[in-house]
C-alpha cells in the first residue's frame, strides 16, 4: 500500500484499462418499495461485481436473511405488472370525458360558493358605507362607527380569506389531461424510458403499502384511492361500451366525491 501511494503520488500508477461504471439508482428504481418475502423487512438493492468486472444488480435483504432477486427480473416483472393497469385507448377517450365532466360540475360548484362570499363581502362593504352616512348626519357618534368599521372588516378579512383558497382550488385541467391519459395508455413503456425520479414518483402514486415479489410475478397489492378509483371507472368502462346518461353521470359523481385530480409527470426521455 505504501509503494502504491507513492507511486500514484509520483504519477506512476497505471490506471485501469477498463473501468465499469456504477449506476445503481437509476437500475433499482423499486429500491424502498419493496418488503422482503421471507422476514417482511424492507428490501435494500446494491451492485456485485462479477468475475467479468461488469457488475450485477440484486434487490435483497439483511445479511441473516439472505433473501435476494436479480434486479433485472424484477424490474421486468414489474413492468408487465403496470400493464395490467394499462386501458385501450378508446376507453381512456371516454374516462377523460368523465373527468372534464366531474371536474367541470365541482368547479361550478366552487365558483357559486365563490359567488355567495362575494355578495356577503359587498354587504360589509355597504353596511360600513350606511355606518358612515349616519354618522356624518349626526344619527350615531364616531366611535359607534368605528365599531361597526372594525367588525365590518373583520368579517370581510375572514370572507376574502376564503375566496381566495376557493380561487386556487379551481381548476382547468384540460390542457394536462391529454398528457396524462397518453401516459396511461403507454405506462409501461413511460415508466422505463423516464428517469428516475419520475419512475419512484409513478409507483408511489400508484401503491400505498410495500410490494411482494415472489415467483417471477408480483403478489396483489394495495393501490391508492384515487388510484384505485380511476381503474374501478376504467375497468367498467371496458366491461361495457354502452353508456346512458344516467350511468355516466353516477361514474362522473363518483370522481367529484373524491376530489379526484389526475398525477401529472414530467415527460424526459
Known sequence: MFYRTQEALDGRLRKPTYTPKVVSDELLPLRGFLACLKCGDNLTGSASKGRSQYYY????C???CGFREKAEVVNEAFYKELE???PQPAVAELYKKIVLTSTTTYNQDLNKRIKEISDQIEEQNMMVQKARSLMLHDKIDPDEYKEIKREAEGKITALESRVANFNATVKDISSILNNAIDALIK?????KT???ET???????IFDEKLFFENGTYRTAKVNEATGLIFLIINKLQDKKNWTGAEFS???NRVNLTGFEPVTFTMSR
Open 84 to 86: 395490467k393497469y394499462t
Open 187 to 191: 405506462i409501461g413503456e413511460f415508466f
Open 250 to 252: 353516477r361514474l362522473s
Open 199 to 205: 419512475k419512484r414518483a409513478i409507483i408511489g402514486s
Open 62 to 64: 439483511k445479511p441473516s
Open 194 to 196: 423516464n428517469n428516475l
Open 57 to 60: 444488480y440484486y434487490y435483497h
